[in-house]
């Protein structure tokens, strides 16, 4: 089984844009209707939290790269902003997280999804939204 990209999760944001395809996909739930907003709602959270993850990995690396060649000593004006930008950066994945979380919570209430024991919504939404692509 393959991971949720965010061009996977581009490809499903602009194809759930339209509400025919949205049904089609939510058909084998009770009222896909009434499960378009919450599915739109969880692959915007999905796109938020990987393209936060993105950015931490690209800071990180920039990051690293910088203190390789620093000298020892005091961190220069540079590496003290990456640290504080990689902070920041790291917040804004976890916010990221925790709304990706709560939109896989109503998502997998509000369908009726069956989440197996020992995982949690987002991993079973997720492992759903995969199967999709």
Same mark, same amino acid.
């Given at each position: 089984?393959?991971?949720?990209?965010?061009?996977?999760?581009?490809?499903?944001?602009?194809?759930? +844009? !339209?509400?025919?395809?949205? #049904?089609?996909?939510? @058909?084998?739930?009770?009222? *896909?209707a009434a499960?378009?907003?919450? $599915? &739109?709602?969880?692959?915007?959270?999905?796109?938020?939290?990987?393209?936060?993850?993105?950015?931490?990995?690209q800071v +990180? !690396?920039?990051?690293?790269? #910088?203190?390789?060649? @620093?000298?020892?000593?005091? *961190?220069?004006?540079?590496?003290?902003? $990456? &640290?504080?930008?990689?902070?920041?950066?790291k917040q804004?994945?976890?916010?990221?997280?925790?709304?990706?979380?709560? +939109?896989?919570?109503?998502?997998?209430?509000?369908?009726?999804?069956?989440?197996?024991?020992?995982?949690?919504?987002?991993?079973?939404?997720?492992?759903?939204?995969?199967?999709?692509?």
């Open positions: 089984m393959g991971k949720l990209t965010l061009a996977g999760v581009d490809k499903l944001r602009t194809r759930f +844009a !339209d509400d025919a395809a949205c #049904d089609t996909a939510l @058909a084998a739930f009770a009222d *896909p499960l378009r907003a919450p $599915l &739109r709602e969880l692959l915007e959270a999905e796109h938020r939290f990987l393209q936060a993850e993105f950015e931490v990995a +990180a !690396d920039i990051l690293r790269r #910088d203190q390789k060649y @620093a000298p020892a000593g005091r *961190p220069s004006v540079h590496i003290v902003q $990456l &640290r504080k930008q990689q902070a920041a950066t804004a994945a976890l916010i990221a997280r925790n709304v990706v979380a709560q +939109a896989a919570q109503t998502f997998a209430r509000a369908s009726g999804m069956t989440v197996k024991a020992k995982q949690s919504p987002s991993e079973a939404c997720a492992a759903w939204l995969v199967a999709l692509r």
